[in-house]
């Protein structure tokens, strides 16, 4: 709560950039109410500063609505279902990171056997994999696993088997290969993918990328989600970044230089972007009964792989790199029911 009013604090600041304390409070309270309480983004987006367009935003509750009533929920565990989705990809040749197993209830499951083992013996498998659940998002539960002559490390750290058991109590998880990602992208942040979040869209007849933002690891994290404490910044369409580093918290902060590697992050190129953003419209052409996915992406030294796919995407850390996507976002939706009205009935 203390940071909360810290945050309102700075919204109030005198500075020649601001609104008017008058205006800041009318439209703060407007955002909140129509918004759910979402305070972090009035900030981020900058809404009290002069010149700011509250209505180029669009609000969170709205794209929820407006994703509820194109989308249909029957179609979710296609991308949700980490092993459903991994079999989509394998069998239209998307490029896509070997799964290599299963864990459940204490057993496991290695592709290519038809029986399932004690957990106990993955110390006989050598492998290097993140071990996920199935069904969740967000980086949870989701570590780097590997196994070496015998010895059992989880995000780089000596355990035992009876402590990585304790780790995957109650959840059906996959191991899917640690990739090796691109030189470029390892000079910027070696210790995990940092990977590319695209939001595709469609109108039913073509899907378009909405944006696209690249996600940072840093301290020597083993997963790169803005959650975990990591830095995200938005690709522009020359495939440069062109937002400083933002990191989630009250105040949030914001960084022109990684802050391990000292890398510039604005101007920063990312490698195969134009690659990325054809295979992501090429992805949403084959599941064109959604109006909208994220898709996550990692790049190596030949090309994108893709990693998950989402149907409920967050929106708004995205509209911090774009000042806002309301108009874009409606006239998809309007012309994407058209179509549904359209193919439902079989009219030409």
Not at 28 to 36: E, H, S, Y
Not at 67 to 90: C, N, S, V, W
């Amino acid at each position: 709560m203390n940071k909360k009013i810290k945050l309102i604090s700075a919204l109030f600041k005198r500075d020649p950039e601001n609104n008017s304390v008058i205006r800041v409070f009318f439209d703060l309270i407007k955002w909140l109410v129509l918004n759910q309480g979402k305070l972090y983004y009035f900030y981020v987006f900058g809404l009290y500063k002069k010149g700011s367009k509250m209505d180029d935003y669009i609000y969170h509750p709205q794209f929820v609505k407006i994703r509820k009533q194109l989308d249909t929920a029957y179609f979710y565990p296609l991308l949700e279902d980490k092993f459903i989705f991994d079999t989509f990809l394998k069998g239209l040749n998307f490029p896509t990171p070997e799964v290599v197993g299963m864990i459940e209830n204490y057993e496991l499951f290695l592709h290519g056997s038809n029986s399932k083992k004690p957990l106990d013996e993955i110390l006989k498998h050598e492998m290097d994999v993140y071990c996920k659940l199935v069904y969740s998002w967000g980086g949870k539960n989701v570590f780097r696993l590997q196994v070496e002559n015998g010895t059992l490390k989880m995000n780089g750290e000596i355990t035992s088997v009876e402590q990585f058991k304790k780790q995957v109590t109650g959840g059906k998880y996959i191991l899917q290969d640690t990739i090796e990602q691109h030189d470029e992208l390892n000079r910027m942040n070696p210790w995990c993918a940092n990977t590319l979040r695209v939001i595709t869209l469609t109108n039913g007849r073509e899907p378009s990328v909405l944006a696209a933002i690249l996600r940072i690891g840093i301290n020597q994290n083993f997963v790169d989600n803005a959650s975990g404490g990591n830095l995200q910044s938005g690709v522009g369409m020359d495939n440069k970044l062109n937002f400083k580093g933002s990191q989630w918290g009250y105040p949030p902060r914001f960084y022109s230089h990684h802050p391990d590697s000292g890398i510039p992050i604005v101007g920063f190129e990312v490698p195969y972007m134009d690659e990325v953003r054809d295979l992501c419209i090429n992805l949403h052409r084959n599941l064109n009964y959604f109006f909208v996915i994220s898709w996550d992406i990692a790049i190596t030294n030949t090309g994108p792989v893709v990693i998950e796919g989402n149907p409920v995407p967050d929106i708004m850390p995205m509209q911090m790199q774009s000042k806002g996507f309301k108009s874009v976002i409606m006239k998809y939706a309007d012309e994407f029911r058209d179509y549904k009205v359209t193919f439902d009935t079989g009219a030409q």
